[in-house]
């Protein structure tokens, strides 16, 4: 609400929410569209939406004139009903929305960020999309990446099963990007023997905003689902801070590597499996599994999942006593993100900080114990130094060039669906393009 100044100086211009505005300060002219006031910060502060998408607020001041240049939208935030286009000859894409900043906006009554309710506020956003494709909505959920559980993963799954079973050629899942990878992850395991492409997308900045990178983002998946030839689940976002191009980066693969970039998402050992450009053109990597067209659907769900698998960061100094705590709690595997080629403290001069007769333990008590590296670019490897054989020996499974967080998810969905004795054989072995034989470092720095 603003303040009973400033809408007495509304009130006699004619102006309402939604108009188009002048506002005048000495040589300062700014025009755009005048937007509720916040319920934070200061009540004297008329607050217009530019034309390039960012807001603005001018104080208010004797010599602060504000001219009505046009009416406008009497309720923002409001969107009209879009109608869903059907083209016969153009392919079937579902999208799934599970929330995130890709369908949100500001709030303008708290100021903060909220997500969408409803399939057309994002369809209003985007429109483009219904040309590339016949768009049907499963408005699955509304949840913060970061508050998926597996159980969530479990129902995103079924979503994809049923669309493909219903004609799409090709799935969108829009949601959250802080937790995004871990979802993919689970999603690449869960989903096996897929026969189109699953595009994960989402965005670093709000719908409304003029930086915001979801709507290039959602073309680029929208092209994937609807054209590629992959049948793999995968990541689509930016490649680059500018609006370049897109990369879709296989599932297990994917990383968020910054906090805000639009480029904040990178292959981890690995190339992305395609590139989509602005102009809609796809190309492509080496080695990723192909849809065979008009082939009957091999899709299988398996979603089972043991949440009991923990993931564990060594550090100089940890307390190894935590390895006691998962076993006392009854869990059935850990993860351990060591540092190196998958080193843990084993030889120290201080009992104390002495993982190895902690790790023996959990060994003993049945517990799969899985070694990763902190350094995420690169694999471990078991035998290099000394102190990496005593954790081999102990029967500590060394996990190739997995990531941590991929690593882990895969054990739980091991112990889920095939019980201890397979799933200790299975973690080192390659299921959904987790494990890569044979790297190229150098190819993967960022």
């Known amino acids: 609400m603003y303040s009973e100044e400033i809408q007495k100086l509304l009130d006699k211009n004619g102006i309402k929410v939604g108009d188009q505005i002048m506002l005048s300060k000495g040589a300062t002219q700014l025009e755009g569209e005048l937007m509720p006031k916040a319920n934070i910060g200061g009540k004297d502060t008329v607050i217009i939406k530019m034309k390039d998408g960012y807001n603005v607020g001018i104080k208010l001041t004797s010599d602060l004139k504000i001219e009505k240049l046009s009416s406008g939208v009497a309720n923002i935030g409001s969107f009209p009903k879009v109608a869903l286009k059907h083209d016969k000859s153009a392919p079937n894409v579902t999208l799934i929305y599970t929330g995130g900043t890709i369908g949100s906006r500001v709030d303008y009554e708290t100021g903060g960020v909220s997500m969408l309710l409803k399939p057309e506020e ?21 949840v913060a990446s970061e508050d998926l559980s597996y159980m969530e993963w479990v129902k995103i799954a079924e979503s994809v099963t049923k669309a493909f079973n219903n004609g799409a050629r090709g799935v969108i899942i829009t949601m959250g990007t802080d937790a995004m990878h871990y979802t993919a992850a689970a999603l690449s395991f869960m989903l096996r023997n897929l026969d189109g492409p699953v595009v994960i997308t989402g965005a670093q900045r709000s719908s409304d905003r003029g930086s915001s990178d979801g ?24 490649e680059q801070s500018s609006d370049g191009r897109c990369i879709f980066i296989r599932g297990v693969k994917a990383r968020k590597m910054h906090t805000s ?11 992305p499996m395609a590139y989509v450009d602005k ?13 065979e067209a008009k ?8 979603t089972k999942f043991d949440p009991k698998v923990a993931l564990v960061k060594v550090y100089p100094n940890s307390d190894p006593k935590i390895i006691d705590f998962y076993i006392r709690e009854g ?27 902690h790790i023996k333990n959990a060994l003993d008590s049945g517990l799969i114990v899985g070694m990763t590296s902190q350094c995420l670019y690169g694999r471990v490897h078991p035998n290099v130094y000394k102190n ?42 390659n299921i959904a393009g987790e494990i890569h034989r044979r790297l190229e470092f150098d190819e993967f720095l960022v």
């Open 122 to 142: 994002l369809l209003y956003k985007v429109p483009e999309i219904q040309d590339i494709a016949n768009i049907s909505v499963d408005m699955l959920m509304s």
């Open 215 to 238: 709507f290039i983002n959602l073309v680029s998946a929208t092209r994937l689902a609807a054209f590629s030839d992959i049948a793999e689940v995968g990541i689509c976002m930016h």
């Open 261 to 271: 970039r639009r480029d904040a998402f990178r292959p981890i050992n690995d190339k």
């Open 279 to 291: 102009n809609g053109s796809i190309s492509y990597s080496k080695g990723y599994n192909k849809a």
């Open 295 to 302: 082939k009957p659907s091999t899709l299988e769900l398996k």
């Open 331 to 357: 869990y059935n595997g850990i993860i351990i993100e060591g540092t190196g080629l998958g080193h843990a403290p084993v030889s120290t001069k201080h009992d104390e900080f002495m993982w190895l007769p």
């Open 388 to 429: 990496l054989r005593l954790l081999s020996n102990l029967g500590v499974i060394y996990c190739e060039d997995m990531m941590p967080e991929v690593a882990q998810i895969k054990l739980c969905w091991l112990l889920g669906n095939y019980g201890k004795e397979k799933a200790k054989s299975m973690l080192g072995s």
